[in-house]
């Protein structure tokens, strides 16, 4: 089975056809929990691991891991690399290096209510991301493009980043801990 980055391509084109044919098999659910620790520590569940999350000292935390906007900004990051890598690889197109920088901006205003969300947005309002690609062979410019297109419009949590998602918040009593 051929190995592109690290991608069984085989694999991937299998999963692709099974999408394909039975476009329920798309439908997924993702999930995730998060416990509070003390301070602004928070511990983060998601599948088989745990993330642990603190604000910086500068925003009353402790500064001992990112915060949530931070993880943000990285799980863009590293999906990007991932449609990179996925995408390069379907292509036959090798890659040596694939590195991501990513920054957002958020007026602190919003976030700590001095300003209704409706005058300050509480949430990034600008995100932007440089990508460098290092293929092992000459690749087109053309070739480049289309990939980094295609890799950004496919980008789940660019999408999400993107365009309005449903967002639903329940509160209720949790009788034992």
Known sequence: MPVVNGVEVEHLQ???EAVKANPE????LWRASAKW????REEVKIRDFTIRMDEPLDLGGSNTAPNMVEFVLGAFGA?????YVMNAAVRGIELVKVEVEVEGDIDLPGFLALE???KVWPGFT???ARVFLKPA????REELEKLHEDVVKTSPVGSTLRNPVNVEVTLEERRTV
Do not use: W
């Open 14 to 16: 299998k999963v692709v």
């Open 25 to 28: 098999l798309g439908r997924t």
């Open 37 to 40: 620790k003390g301070g602004f």
């Open 79 to 83: 999906c990007l690399i991932v449609g």
């Open 116 to 118: 209704p969300p409706e």
């Open 126 to 128: 600008n995100v932007r």
């Open 137 to 140: 062979q000459p690749v087109s």
